[in-house]
């Protein structure tokens, strides 16, 4: 594959990502809803959170690179005036020399690498009989709401915020699926909707079903 439609697939993938972090800022379990802005500055897309400053999820710069290497100080003054430190997510074709040393000199330095692979899809014609595969609808969203906070190792939510939030899990761009192995929760996925195209995300599988072919299916 060439390097202009590796550079294709992987800004697709970026601005998908943006869309999916604006979902995910809608339907956090939080007592405080978010208040996610994306704001654009040359070539970079600034996605900040201010009621959550110490989110590195919430609070990032994407696209930065040396064609926006001179608005820096202007990119850092608008996080600074919301008390934000910005992670910086950069994709390889955006990082040299320069760029990096201008980062470091800000106090910046690498903090973990991400790979994006691409898989030619399997279609599973046969599934494991034990293993049911269940959409979230407007009927168990509330248990599938429970079912992702215990797989967060079991978050203080309240019933109010749950059931305001539980209408997200089950619209037609965020699907949900609930894994059940011998009747017992054994995972659960979910796959967000942009255009022709979709994101995986959230995937879980509970300790008592892993390595035991059931994540694969969710």
């Known amino acids: 594959m060439s390097n202009n439609k590796?550079?294709?697939?992987?800004?697709?993938?970026e601005e998908m990502e943006i869309q999916l972090t604006t979902?995910?800022?809608r339907?956090?379990?939080?007592?405080?809803d978010k208040k996610l802005e994306v704001k654009k500055i040359g070539d970079c897309s600034l996605i900040y959170e201010p009621n959550s400053p110490n989110s590195i999820y919430y609070n990032r710069v994407?696209?930065?690179?040396?064609?926006?290497i001179d608005k820096l100080e202007q990119i850092l003054d608008i996080y600074m005036e919301q008390n934000i430190i910005p992670c910086f997510d950069m994709t390889p074709n955006n990082i040299n020399g320069e760029v990096s040393t201008a980062l470091f000199d800000h106090g910046y330095a690498v903090f973990e690498q991400l790979a994006f692979m691409q898989l030619i899809p399997e279609v599973y014609k046969e599934f494991k009989k034990e293993i049911d595969?269940?959409?979230?609808?407007?009927?168990?969203a509330e248990e599938f709401v429970n079912i992702v906070i215990e797989s967060n190792g079991g978050?203080?939510?309240?019933?109010?915020?749950?059931?305001?939030?539980?209408?997200?899990?089950y619209k037609p761009n965020f699907l949900n699926f609930i894994s059940y192995n011998g009747g017992k929760v054994a995972g659960i996925g979910s796959i967000f909707i942009n255009g022709k195209e979709g994101y995986i995300a959230n995937d879980y599988t509970f300790d008592d079903f892993r390595e035991r072919e059931v994540k694969k299916h969710c």
């Open 133 to 140: 595969i269940v959409e979230v609808t407007q009927e168990n």
């Open 62 to 68: 994407k696209g930065f690179g040396m064609k926006d």
């Open 6 to 13: 590796v550079l294709e697939h992987v800004s697709r993938i």
């Open 23 to 25: 979902f995910n800022s």
């Open 27 to 32: 339907r956090a379990l939080s007592k405080v």
């Open 155 to 169: 978050m203080d939510i309240d019933a109010s915020v749950i059931n305001r939030k539980a209408p997200y899990f």
